[in-house]
């Protein structure tokens, strides 16, 4: 579904990720883990049109997406859940679920996955007119309502409390069997690869290592470096 080829990106004269190649197979769950600042961030907004790459190919579904605005990668399907959730603190529940489907026109859909939503997040139900609550939540919802075929999920876990960590996660194993693939970057590498088919280390902008989800899981590399053991 997702094939990136040799992408580099630099800020300015700093070259933050260097000749990254990954693939995401249609229905998968992939991962890419690695310490803080090795460019996970940066590649998901590379993938999503937020940053231009300097060269290499980002292919999404046979169309080279590489440096096209980001709000036409989301009509074609790629939707990204981004670090801090980034929702609108000043909108309600509901309100920032509807913005996630501003590019559709289905009523009857948009009604439809407004239900689906609620069904799989009851909280956002109980709290649908309150101003932004529940914000991991909200912030994979508003992206769910776009209908993406792909969905970028950057640090999901982060400061949420252990018990709500096993339930996103648990979520987003919920959202990959109803039909959508998903590119996971996070920090918890446990979690990660509990629950992904394949998986990526990325270290100073490169990949190191590659693999399935379990081969990584045992490895003594990455036990050692990102698996407290």
């Known amino acids: ?3 990136v080829n040799n992408i580099d990106v630099y800020y300015g004269a700093i070259h933050a990720i ?6 995401v197979p249609d229905g998968e769950i992939v ?18 049109g937020l940053i231009k790459p300097k060269n290499g190919s980002i292919i ?5 997406i590489a440096g096209m605005p980001a709000h ?3 009509g074609m399907g790629l939707c990204q859940v981004p670090e801090g959730r980034h929702v609108f603190a000043n909108m309600t529940v509901m309100e920032n679920l509807e913005l996630g489907a501003y590019l559709r026109s289905d009523k009857a859909g948009i009604e439809e996955d407004m239900k689906k939503i609620f069904d799989k997040f009851p909280r956002l139900l109980e709290r649908k007119n309150q101003i932004s609550g529940e914000q991991q939540m909200l912030a994979m919802g508003r992206a769910l309502m776009s209908r993406p075929r792909l969905l970028l999920l950057d640090e999901p876990s982060m400061g949420l409390a252990p018990l709500l960590v096993k339930e996103i996660f648990n979520i ?3 959202i990959n069997e109803s039909g959508t693939t998903v590119l996971l970057v996070e920090q918890n590498a446990n979690m990660a690869l509990s629950i992904a088919d394949k998986a990526y280390v990325l270290e100073t902008g490169r990949i190191a290592l590659a693999g399935t989800a379990q081969e990584l899981a045992s490895s003594e590399a990455v036990r050692k470096a990102y698996l407290g053991g």
């Open 172 to 174: 987003i194993k919920e």
């Open 18 to 23: 260097k000749d990254v190649s990954l693939e």
């Open 31 to 48: 991962t890419l883990i690695g310490s803080n600042g090795a460019g996970k961030s940066t590649t998901l907004h590379t993938i999503s």
């Open 1 to 3: 579904m997702l094939k």
């Open 60 to 64: 999404f579904e046979d169309k080279d």
């Open 72 to 74: 036409k990668i989301v």
